[in-house]
Protein backbone atom coordinates (compact mmCIF):
# COMPACT_ATOMS: atom_id res chain seq x y z
CA UNK A 1 0.00 0.00 0.00
CA UNK A 2 1.35 3.77 -1.03
CA UNK A 3 0.08 5.96 1.74
CA UNK A 4 0.55 9.83 1.01
CA UNK A 5 -0.30 12.66 3.40
CA UNK A 6 -1.47 15.62 0.55
CA UNK A 7 -2.85 19.56 0.27
CA UNK A 8 -4.27 20.43 3.73
CA UNK A 9 -3.55 17.37 5.96
CA UNK A 10 -5.09 14.92 4.11
CA UNK A 11 -4.51 11.25 3.87
CA UNK A 12 -4.11 9.84 0.53
CA UNK A 13 -4.10 5.73 -0.77
CA UNK A 14 -1.72 6.17 -4.22
CA UNK A 15 -3.00 4.02 -7.01
CA UNK A 16 -0.94 4.92 -9.83
CA UNK A 17 -1.35 8.41 -11.10
CA UNK A 18 -4.47 8.50 -8.88
CA UNK A 19 -4.95 9.21 -5.02
CA UNK A 20 -7.82 7.86 -3.19
CA UNK A 21 -8.69 10.39 -0.05
CA UNK A 22 -9.04 8.27 2.68
CA UNK A 23 -8.27 10.95 5.40
CA UNK A 24 -11.74 9.60 6.88
CA UNK A 25 -9.16 6.65 8.00
CA UNK A 26 -7.72 8.81 10.87
CA UNK A 27 -10.58 9.22 12.78
CA UNK A 28 -9.42 5.67 14.36
CA UNK A 29 -6.74 7.33 15.69
CA UNK A 30 -6.74 8.41 19.25
CA UNK A 31 -6.86 12.37 20.50
CA UNK A 32 -3.98 13.43 22.99
CA UNK A 33 -4.14 15.89 25.43
CA UNK A 34 -0.47 17.84 26.46
CA UNK A 35 1.92 16.32 26.84
CA UNK A 36 1.68 14.68 23.15
CA UNK A 37 3.54 11.24 22.46
CA UNK A 38 7.25 11.26 21.33
CA UNK A 39 6.31 9.17 18.55
CA UNK A 40 4.05 9.22 15.63
CA UNK A 41 0.33 8.66 16.17
CA UNK A 42 -0.26 7.55 12.40
CA UNK A 43 2.34 5.13 12.70
CA UNK A 44 1.55 4.17 16.11
CA UNK A 45 -1.83 3.44 14.70
CA UNK A 46 -1.16 2.30 11.39
CA UNK A 47 -2.35 -1.30 11.64
CA UNK A 48 -5.95 -0.05 12.42
CA UNK A 49 -5.88 2.71 10.27
CA UNK A 50 -4.76 0.54 7.11
CA UNK A 51 -7.98 -1.92 7.92
CA UNK A 52 -10.49 1.60 7.91
CA UNK A 53 -8.40 2.38 4.78
CA UNK A 54 -9.81 -0.57 3.41
CA UNK A 55 -13.18 -0.43 4.55
CA UNK A 56 -13.40 2.81 3.62
CA UNK A 57 -11.54 3.31 0.23
CA UNK A 58 -13.69 1.68 -2.32
CA UNK A 59 -15.93 4.43 -1.85
CA UNK A 60 -13.22 7.18 -1.07
CA UNK A 61 -13.29 10.04 -4.09
CA UNK A 62 -10.97 9.95 -6.65
CA UNK A 63 -8.34 12.52 -7.42
CA UNK A 64 -5.62 12.56 -10.01
CA UNK A 65 -2.34 12.93 -8.35
CA UNK A 66 -0.84 15.42 -11.15
CA UNK A 67 -1.11 18.77 -8.78
CA UNK A 68 -1.92 17.39 -5.28
CA UNK A 69 0.70 19.30 -2.84
CA UNK A 70 3.04 16.38 -1.36
CA UNK A 71 3.57 16.24 2.56
CA UNK A 72 5.81 14.35 4.61
CA UNK A 73 4.14 11.22 5.10
CA UNK A 74 4.85 11.21 8.41
CA UNK A 75 4.06 14.41 10.14
CA UNK A 76 5.73 13.70 13.58
CA UNK A 77 8.87 12.22 13.57
CA UNK A 78 10.24 11.88 17.13
CA UNK A 79 13.67 11.44 15.01
CA UNK A 80 15.44 11.14 12.20
CA UNK A 81 18.30 8.98 12.64
CA UNK A 82 21.11 9.12 9.65
CA UNK A 83 23.86 7.05 8.66
CA UNK A 84 26.90 9.34 7.14
CA UNK A 85 29.33 7.25 4.38
CA UNK A 86 27.37 4.34 4.21
CA UNK A 87 28.59 3.25 0.67
CA UNK A 88 32.19 2.27 0.33
CA UNK A 89 32.53 4.51 -3.07
CA UNK A 90 31.26 7.36 -1.33
CA UNK A 91 33.44 7.35 1.14
CA UNK A 92 35.92 7.12 -1.01
CA UNK A 93 34.61 10.52 -2.75
CA UNK A 94 34.45 12.07 0.15
CA UNK A 95 38.07 11.37 1.57
CA UNK A 96 39.49 12.66 -1.95
CA UNK A 97 37.12 16.02 -2.15
CA UNK A 98 38.18 18.84 0.22
CA UNK A 99 35.40 20.99 -0.32
CA UNK A 100 33.26 17.77 1.38
CA UNK A 101 35.48 16.76 4.28
CA UNK A 102 36.46 20.34 5.15
CA UNK A 103 39.81 18.52 6.66
CA UNK A 104 37.52 16.65 9.46
CA UNK A 105 39.14 12.97 8.94
CA UNK A 106 35.99 11.32 7.39
CA UNK A 107 36.10 7.63 9.34
CA UNK A 108 34.25 4.11 8.65
CA UNK A 109 31.15 4.30 9.71
CA UNK A 110 32.05 0.97 11.94
CA UNK A 111 33.89 3.92 13.89
CA UNK A 112 31.09 7.08 14.05
CA UNK A 113 28.52 5.14 14.21
CA UNK A 114 25.13 7.23 13.36
CA UNK A 115 23.94 10.74 13.50
CA UNK A 116 20.36 12.76 14.21
CA UNK A 117 19.09 15.40 12.28
CA UNK A 118 16.62 17.66 13.57
CA UNK A 119 12.75 16.96 12.86
CA UNK A 120 12.09 20.48 12.58
CA UNK A 121 14.06 19.93 9.55
CA UNK A 122 11.50 17.62 7.79
CA UNK A 123 9.28 18.50 4.69
CA UNK A 124 7.61 16.41 1.74
CA UNK A 125 8.61 16.70 -1.38
CA UNK A 126 6.20 19.53 -2.43
CA UNK A 127 7.82 22.21 -0.04
CA UNK A 128 11.42 22.18 -1.13
CA UNK A 129 14.28 22.82 -0.44
CA UNK A 130 15.10 26.33 1.00
CA UNK A 131 18.62 27.07 0.93
CA UNK A 132 19.85 28.93 3.57
CA UNK A 133 23.60 29.39 3.04
CA UNK A 134 23.63 30.03 -0.84
CA UNK A 135 27.68 31.15 -0.17
CA UNK A 136 28.27 27.71 1.02
CA UNK A 137 27.94 24.28 -0.99
CA UNK A 138 24.75 23.23 -0.17
CA UNK A 139 24.65 18.66 -1.45
CA UNK A 140 21.67 16.47 -2.10
CA UNK A 141 22.02 12.98 -1.06
CA UNK A 142 19.90 10.50 -2.05
CA UNK A 143 18.68 7.83 0.72
CA UNK A 144 16.56 5.25 1.10
CA UNK A 145 14.53 5.82 4.42
CA UNK A 146 12.94 3.48 6.90
CA UNK A 147 10.03 4.39 8.79
CA UNK A 148 9.96 2.62 12.11
CA UNK A 149 6.37 0.99 13.19
CA UNK A 150 7.29 -1.30 16.13
CA UNK A 151 8.83 0.48 18.99
CA UNK A 152 11.46 -1.33 20.58
CA UNK A 153 15.44 -1.05 21.98
CA UNK A 154 18.61 -3.52 21.82
CA UNK A 155 16.56 -5.01 18.43
CA UNK A 156 18.88 -7.97 17.22
CA UNK A 157 19.47 -8.39 13.59
CA UNK A 158 17.17 -10.96 13.09
CA UNK A 159 14.17 -9.40 14.42
CA UNK A 160 14.87 -5.96 12.75
CA UNK A 161 12.53 -6.03 9.88
CA UNK A 162 9.71 -6.16 12.35
CA UNK A 163 9.78 -2.96 13.54
CA UNK A 164 9.82 -1.15 10.08
CA UNK A 165 6.38 -0.43 9.02
CA UNK A 166 7.12 1.39 5.35
CA UNK A 167 10.03 2.68 3.44
CA UNK A 168 10.21 5.91 1.66
CA UNK A 169 12.75 8.17 0.07
CA UNK A 170 14.53 10.84 0.98
CA UNK A 171 17.14 13.66 1.03
CA UNK A 172 19.90 14.44 3.63
CA UNK A 173 20.27 17.89 2.17
CA UNK A 174 24.03 18.80 3.81
CA UNK A 175 25.82 22.35 3.53
CA UNK A 176 29.51 21.45 3.43
CA UNK A 177 31.88 22.93 6.08
CA UNK A 178 33.91 22.38 9.49
CA UNK A 179 30.97 22.57 11.98
CA UNK A 180 29.07 19.34 13.25
CA UNK A 181 26.96 17.50 11.20
CA UNK A 182 23.89 17.74 13.41
CA UNK A 183 23.79 21.74 12.67
CA UNK A 184 24.75 21.65 8.90
CA UNK A 185 22.00 18.78 8.23
CA UNK A 186 19.64 20.14 10.38
CA UNK A 187 18.39 23.71 8.30
CA UNK A 188 14.86 23.90 8.16
CA UNK A 189 13.66 21.94 4.58
CA UNK A 190 16.52 19.78 4.82
CA UNK A 191 15.53 16.52 5.30
CA UNK A 192 13.14 15.97 2.36
CA UNK A 193 10.81 12.84 2.54
CA UNK A 194 8.46 11.44 0.01
CA UNK A 195 6.76 11.34 -2.48
CA UNK A 196 4.86 8.77 -0.14
CA UNK A 197 5.11 5.86 1.87
CA UNK A 198 5.43 1.87 0.67
CA UNK A 199 4.39 -0.52 3.46
CA UNK A 200 6.79 -3.31 3.65
CA UNK A 201 4.31 -5.66 2.24
CA UNK A 202 4.30 -3.99 -0.98
CA UNK A 203 8.40 -3.38 -1.40
CA UNK A 204 9.94 -6.90 -1.33
CA UNK A 205 13.36 -5.93 -2.24
CA UNK A 206 14.43 -3.23 0.11
CA UNK A 207 17.98 -4.32 0.90
CA UNK A 208 18.60 -4.98 -3.49
CA UNK A 209 16.92 -1.59 -4.61
CA UNK A 210 17.51 0.47 -7.21
CA UNK A 211 17.92 4.73 -6.78
CA UNK A 212 19.14 7.28 -8.68
CA UNK A 213 19.33 11.57 -8.80
CA UNK A 214 19.19 14.15 -11.49
CA UNK A 215 19.54 17.62 -11.00
CA UNK A 216 18.07 19.98 -14.15
CA UNK A 217 18.19 16.50 -15.50
CA UNK A 218 21.30 15.87 -15.23
CA UNK A 219 22.54 12.68 -13.71
CA UNK A 220 24.11 13.02 -10.24
CA UNK A 221 23.81 9.66 -8.19
CA UNK A 222 22.69 6.11 -9.19
CA UNK A 223 23.00 3.44 -6.87
CA UNK A 224 21.38 -0.03 -5.05
CA UNK A 225 21.13 -0.30 -1.51
CA UNK A 226 23.01 -4.08 -1.84
CA UNK A 227 26.30 -2.22 -1.71
CA UNK A 228 25.02 -0.31 1.62
CA UNK A 229 28.19 -0.75 3.62
CA UNK A 230 25.88 -1.37 7.14
CA UNK A 231 23.23 -3.15 6.01
CA UNK A 232 19.33 -2.37 7.00
CA UNK A 233 19.20 -4.81 9.99
CA UNK A 234 22.17 -3.42 11.42
CA UNK A 235 21.28 -0.15 10.95
CA UNK A 236 18.23 -0.80 13.50
CA UNK A 237 19.92 -2.93 15.93
CA UNK A 238 22.97 -0.05 15.76
CA UNK A 239 20.52 2.56 16.05
CA UNK A 240 18.74 0.74 19.05
CA UNK A 241 21.45 0.01 21.00
CA UNK A 242 21.66 3.70 21.53
CA UNK A 243 18.04 4.93 21.11
CA UNK A 244 14.92 3.23 21.93
CA UNK A 245 13.26 3.57 18.21
CA UNK A 246 9.61 4.47 18.03
CA UNK A 247 6.79 4.47 15.52
CA UNK A 248 7.04 7.29 13.12
CA UNK A 249 11.52 7.03 13.57
CA UNK A 250 12.52 7.83 10.13
CA UNK A 251 16.26 6.24 9.75
CA UNK A 252 18.21 7.81 6.69
CA UNK A 253 20.21 4.85 5.63
CA UNK A 254 22.93 6.87 3.79
CA UNK A 255 24.03 8.07 0.56
CA UNK A 256 26.04 6.38 -2.55
CA UNK A 257 28.81 8.21 -4.59
CA UNK A 258 28.03 11.71 -6.55
CA UNK A 259 26.73 13.84 -4.33
CA UNK A 260 26.61 17.49 -5.84
CA UNK A 261 25.79 21.35 -4.76
CA UNK A 262 22.32 22.55 -6.27
CA UNK A 263 21.75 26.14 -6.42
CA UNK A 264 18.14 28.61 -6.44
CA UNK A 265 16.62 27.33 -9.22
CA UNK A 266 16.98 23.22 -9.77
CA UNK A 267 14.31 21.29 -9.83
CA UNK A 268 15.89 17.58 -7.82
CA UNK A 269 14.53 14.68 -9.64
CA UNK A 270 14.66 11.46 -7.39
CA UNK A 271 13.38 7.38 -7.76
CA UNK A 272 13.16 5.23 -5.26
CA UNK A 273 12.91 1.86 -7.29
CA UNK A 274 8.99 0.96 -7.21
CA UNK A 275 8.79 3.48 -4.31
CA UNK A 276 8.14 6.22 -6.31
CA UNK A 277 9.69 9.25 -8.00
CA UNK A 278 9.46 13.01 -6.92
CA UNK A 279 10.47 16.25 -7.99
CA UNK A 280 11.67 18.72 -5.52
CA UNK A 281 12.63 22.26 -6.36
CA UNK A 282 15.56 24.59 -5.10
CA UNK A 283 15.19 27.77 -3.88
CA UNK A 284 16.60 30.43 -1.15
CA UNK A 285 15.14 30.64 2.33
CA UNK A 286 14.49 33.94 3.90
CA UNK A 287 16.98 35.41 5.78
CA UNK A 288 15.75 37.67 7.40
CA UNK A 289 14.51 37.45 11.18
CA UNK A 290 10.86 35.94 11.61
MN1 LIG B 1 23.48 11.42 4.31
Sequence with gaps: MKICRFDDNRLGLVEGDEVRDVTAAQE?????????????????????????????????QILPLAGRRLLAPVANPGKVVAAPVNYRKHLEEARGDVSIHFDNQIREIQQIGLFLKASSSVVGASH????????????????????IGKPGRNIPRERAWDHIAAYTGGLDMTVRGPQERSMRKSIDSYTVVGPWMVTTDELRNPDELDFWLTVNGQPRQRANTRDLVLDIPT?????SSYYTLHPGDLLFTGTPEGVGPVREGDVIEVEFGDIGRMFVDVRNAQRSYA
Excluded: K, W
Excluded at 128 to 143: F, I, K, L, S, T
Excluded at 235 to 239: D, E, G, N, S, V
Design 28 to 60: VLPSHCYPLPTFDPLMANLPRVIEEIHRIGPSA
Design 235 to 239: LIATA
Design 128 to 147: GVEVQHPEGRNDHEAELVLV
